[in-house]
């Protein structure tokens, strides 16, 4: 039985290597994959991992439909066995119905990656309707680390290290503090410091001010 499984797990956590691990292991076993993506760092139309590995990609837009996709595929002789869906957060509540449809109706097999909240933690629309007719959901198990130590549960977005509530839901970035001044970044955090709105900077910054707190 084919299956739509979506595997989650905070930024950082290894979602994009394994979609990219996912697909070799099926391709070297002579299955057909179609690779999409939707806002990778990496620039349109490819998917990228920090482990280096980047690979050609099918950029999803807000109009693409991938039951007419896989429909050209086989119209044009050619097999589809699995879809990769990296970024998967961001594709609309219909799109991820069209890969529930293509699961049932065409034994095609949808491995579907993504974070599940935003930086308010609030469900993104993709991560949301994929929660509702997913086969399976995989919570990544390499774990990612707030800077407590503690398991990252959360995505919060920085500006100089300051977590900040208000902006657009999608704003394509990247985890860590390099960031040029004044640029949008991301930090993994676990729930209590992304509701204290405490990142690593600001502990930082109030652990200097109050050496009292380490006593
Ligand atoms: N220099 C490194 N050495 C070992 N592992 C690394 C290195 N850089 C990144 N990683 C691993 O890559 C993971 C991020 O992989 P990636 O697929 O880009 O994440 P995601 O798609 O979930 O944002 C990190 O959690 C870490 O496990
Ligand atoms: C929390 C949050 C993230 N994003 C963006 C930032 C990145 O471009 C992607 C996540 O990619 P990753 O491979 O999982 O690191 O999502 C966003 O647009 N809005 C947010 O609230």
Redesign the pocket.
């Known amino acids: 039985m084919a299956e739509l499984v979506f595997f989650t ?11 990219l691990q996912t697909d070799h292991n099926y391709t070297a076993r002579g299955r057909r994959g179609l690779i999409f993506t939707r806002g990778d760092r990496a620039g349109a139309a490819r998917l ?4 280096g590995l980047e690979v050609n990609a099918r950029e999803v837009f807000d109009d693409t439909d991938f039951w007419a996709e896989v429909h050209a595929e086989f119209t044009g002789g050619r097999t589809v066995d699995h879809l990769v869906c ?1 970024e998967a957060q961001f594709y609309s509540e219909q799109q991820v119905e069209q890969l529930a449809r293509l699961v049932d109706e065409t034994e095609i097999d949808v491995f579907a ?1 993504g974070i599940t909240t935003d930086f308010r933690t609030r469900l993104f629309p993709g991560a949301a309707r994929l929660f509702e007719l997913a086969d399976r959901i995989e919570v ?1 198990q ?1 774990q ?1 680390l707030c800077w407590c130590g503690a398991r990252a549960t959360h995505n919060a977005r920085t500006v100089d290290g300051v977590m900040v509530t208000e902006g657009d839901q999608v704003v394509i970035g990247d985890v860590g503090d390099d960031r040029a001044a004044g640029v949008v970044a991301y930090e993994v955090l676990c729930r209590r410091h992304h509701m204290r709105q405490m990142t690593a900077a600001t502990a930082r910054r109030r652990s200097a001010a109050d050496p009292s707190l380490w006593e």
């Open positions: 797990g905070t930024m950082d956590s290894g979602k994009s290597t394994l979609a990228s991992s920090r482990l990296d990656f990544l390499v990612s």
